[in-house]
Nanobody, 127 residues
């Protein structure tokens, strides 16, 4: 098992930007894992935001964030990020980073989830 810790959440005005980070420790090196970001808004089910393959050569984004969010990773430093631009009030949620070793495609993970999870960081988009 790996441990995942998110950081970078906070309060931002509509149109603003935030960069979420996920630090990974324990288990095998990050090279073995596909990783992703998920979110859960108040009163709603958790949804997939984005995922990236273990080698970083495949990414997928939910339609709601496409063109505004960018996922990236650094296997050597066991970390990955979610750059969020042009944030909207509907992006308000607890954001979770996650990892998985099953070798599925990025779009599969966004739709179905992953096996290892962080505890989440709150992003609030409000004026």
């Amino acid at each position: 098992q790996v441990q995942l810790v998110e950081s970078g959440g906070g309060l931002v005005q509509p149109g603003g930007s935030l960069r979420l980070s996920c630090a990974v420790s324990g288990g095998r090196t990050l090279d073995y894992y596909s990783v992703g970001w998920f979110r859960q808004a108040p009163g709603k089910e958790r949804e997939g935001v984005s995922a990236i393959s273990s080698r970083g050569d495949g990414t997928y984004y939910a339609d709601s964030v496409k063109g505004r969010f960018t996922i990236s990773r650094d296997n050597a430093n066991n970390a990955f990020w979610l750059q969020m631009n042009n944030l909207k009030p509907e992006d308000t949620a607890v954001y979770y980073c996650a990892a998985d070793r099953r070798g599925r495609a990025a779009n599969w993970y966004v739709r179905n989830g992953m096996t290892e999870w962080g505890k989440g960081t709150l992003v609030t988009v409000s004026s």
